[in-house]
């Protein structure tokens, strides 16, 4: 199974950004992404790693459908679309407060067939492959290398930025990489 890297410019700065897709944070920043390649153009590569939390209950099953999507083809533009989707409908992807609410009644189907509708994706039969685990634990272990606890979290160039936040302008992220 090949996935698509979550990789957009080929500028010599980079930026990895570690999202837990319904994470709000995550979202404001995963929203300000397409904006900040605007600015940077070629001077930037931005990066999207995937960092599941577990107090986000479906975040497991919505990181591996990210990475189906990536394994489909076209899977970088496809993977963007299911976190597109999830972002814009975040709430029917959570729990109210964690714990409870309408999700609570939600398999991991109707999660999956959620992001389809949403999406336009077809992600059923990627992500039941086995083969996706392996990228699943890949971006787990990428995120525990790096000291990475909470998201969004920043990197440039390898570097963790403790003081960069998904509250900032994007402007302020652009000075930071140029």
């Not at 599941?52 to 999507?69: D, E, K, N, T, Y």
């Not at 963007?80 to 609570?104: D, I, Q, Y």
């Not at 067939?113 to 949403?118: C, D, G, L, V």
């Not at 403790?162 to 652009?174: L, N, R």
């Amino acid at each position: 199974m090949q996935l698509d890297s979550l990789s957009w410019g080929l500028g010599p700065r980079r930026f990895e950004i570690f999202l837990e897709p319904t994470c709000p944070y995550s979202v404001k920043a995963f929203l300000k992404l397409d904006e900040l390649i605007a600015q940077a153009g070629e001077k930037v590569t931005v990066q999207i790693r995937l960092h599941s939390q577990p107090w986000h209950m479906f975040s497991g099953v919505i990181v591996r459908c990210v990475l189906a999507a990536a394994s489909l083809e076209g899977g970088r533009e496809k993977a963007k679309a299911v976190l597109t989707a999830v972002a814009r409908h975040r709430e029917e992807f959570e729990f109210e407060n964690h714990a409870s609410g309408p999700n609570l009644e939600a398999s991991p189907n109707d999660i999956i067939a959620r992001i389809e509708r949403y999406s336009g994706v077809a992600l059923a039969e990627a992500f039941a492959s086995t083969e996706l685990e392996h990228a699943v634990k890949w971006h787990t272990k990428y995120a525990r290398q790096n000291g990475i606890h909470v998201s969004p979290t920043f990197m440039i160039d390898g570097l963790v930025q403790p003081g960069m936040s998904s509250g900032d302008p994007v402007e302020q992220w652009v000075s930071q990489l140029i």
